[in-house]
C-alpha cells in the first residue's frame, strides 16, 4: 500500500499584519506622541457567524510546534484558555482544539529597533521600527482548508 505525504502548513509562511513604526518626539512627555486608540463599539449581537466560530473552536486539529535550539525558550510551551491548559512538546504532531492553536498564532514577539529622524520641522526625533515574529513557530499537519483560510485570517489580523 502506497504511503500518502503529510501535508504541513507553516504559520510562519502565513502572511501577517504589518506593524507600522512609531513616531515619537524627542523631548516632552512620550503620552503626546502615542496615536489614540480606537475603539469600535458592537452595533448588534453575536449571530449565527459567532456560533460557527465557537463550534470550530472545539474541533481538533493537527499541529507541530517547531523544535529550537534557543536556550531561554520554552521547550514545553504550554497555553491556557478559561484556566484551561494545552502543552505543547516540540517536534511532536499533537491533535489539540482549534481554540488553542489560534491562540498559538496569536503568540507573537515585537522589538523595536530606533531610528533618528527629523521630522517636519527639523527636529531631531526617534523612529521606533518594530520586528514582529511568531513566539512559537508552528506548522499545521494535514488540517481541512477552513483551517488554513482561519490561520491566515488570524495572522493578518496581527
Not at 17 to 23: F, L
Not at 40 to 50: F, N, R, Y
Not at 82 to 90: A, D, W
Amino acid at each position: 500500500m502506497p504511503r500518502m505525504q503529510r501535508k504541513f502548513v507553516d504559520a510562519a509562511e502565513v502572511e501577517a499584519g504589518v506593524a507600522q513604526p512609531r513616531r515619537m518626539k524627542s523631548t516632552g512627555p512620550a503620552k503626546e506622541s502615542l496615536e489614540p486608540a480606537v475603539i469600535v463599539p458592537a452595533d448588534k449581537i453575536p449571530g449565527k457567524e459567532w456560533a460557527d466560530q465557537m463550534a470550530m473552536n472545539e474541533e481538533f486539529v493537527n499541529v507541530q510546534v517547531h523544535e529550537t535550539t534557543d536556550k531561554q525558550a520554552n521547550q514545553i510551551p504550554d497555553l491556557y484558555i478559561n484556566g484551561v491548559p494545552q502543552r505543547f512538546i516540540r517536534g511532536q504532531t499533537q491533535a489539540v482544539r482549534w481554540k488553542f492553536v489560534e491562540l498559538l498564532a496569536r503568540c507573537v514577539e515585537t522589538t523595536y529597533t530606533q531610528q533618528k529622524y527629523h521630522d517636519d520641522n527639523g527636529v531631531e526625533a526617534i523612529r521606533n521600527v518594530p520586528h514582529t515574529a511568531l513566539k512559537y513557530s508552528f506548522s499545521l499537519v494535514d488540517a481541512p482548508a477552513k483551517f488554513h483560510e482561519r490561520l491566515k485570517a488570524v495572522r493578518a489580523a496581527g
